[in-house]
C-alpha cells in the first residue's frame, strides 16, 4: 500500500510535521511529490491543504485516507522540495512557509464557508425566527446551491442569527476550497 508523507499548508510551528496518510488505489496512479492535497486533519478531521512531501511503501490500514488530490501535475519539483526542506530547518520556518516562497502568487487554496438550506420551514415555522433571521432564510431559499458567507454576513447581528439558524437545523455550513 503506498503511502504519502505531507506537510500541511497553513500549520502553526507545534504541528510542523509530516504526517502519513494512506493512497487510494485511484490516487496513487496519480500522486507525485509536489502536488498539493486535501486531507481530514485532526479528531475533527477538518479538511486542511497539504504537499506531498514522498510516498513510499508501508501498512496504512490504521491511516486515513488523502480526500483528493488539487493537482494534475506537480508544482514543485523534487529539488524544490529539498530546498524547503533546508530553508525550514535553516530559517525556523513551517513547511507551508518554505513552500510558499517558491510558488507562483495565486496559486494557493482559499477556504471558505458556503451556507445551504438544511431544511425548509415548514408551515408556521417561519414565526421561530426574527426578522433578519427570515431575511436570511429567503437569501438561501433563493440560492439553492449555498450562498458564501461572506457575502451573507453584514455584521456581528448575522453571525450571531447564522449560528442560530445552524444550531437549530435550519442551515448547514460546508467548507470549500477554491484557486486564488
Avoid: H
Avoid at 3 to 16: C, G, M, P, Q, Y
Amino acid at each position: 500500500m503506498l503511502i504519502a508523507a505531507v506537510a500541511l499548508s497553513e500549520a502553526a510551528r507545534s504541528f510542523d510535521k509530516l504526517y502519513d496518510y494512506r493512497l487510494s488505489r485511484e490516487d496513487s496512479l496519480k500522486a507525485v511529490p509536489g502536488m498539493r492535497v486535501l486531507i481530514p486533519f485532526g479528531r475533527g478531521n477538518k479538511m486542511q491543504s497539504a504537499w506531498i512531501i514522498r510516498i513510499f511503501e508501508g501498512d496504512g490500514e490504521k491511516l486515513k485516507e488523502i480526500s483528493q488530490i488539487v493537482d494534475e501535475e506537480p508544482l514543485l519539483s523534487s529539488d524544490m522540495i529539498k530546498l524547503a526542506e533546508w530553508i525550514r530547518t535553516r530559517y525556523f520556518c513551517t513547511w507551508g512557509d518554505a513552500i510558499r516562497v517558491m510558488i507562483p502568487a495565486g496559486v494557493n487554496l482559499r477556504r471558505q464557508k458556503v451556507i445551504c438550506q438544511a431544511k425548509s420551514l415548514e408551515p408556521g415555522g417561519e414565526e421561530a425566527l426574527n426578522k433578519s433571521q427570515k431575511l436570511l432564510m429567503d437569501k438561501l431559499i433563493n440560492n439553492p446551491k449555498g450562498v458564501l458567507e461572506q457575502e451573507l454576513i453584514e455584521d456581528e447581528k448575522g453571525q450571531k442569527d447564522l449560528l442560530f439558524l445552524q444550531k437549530n437545523g435550519f442551515i448547514e455550513i460546508r467548507e470549500v476550497f477554491d484557486q486564488r
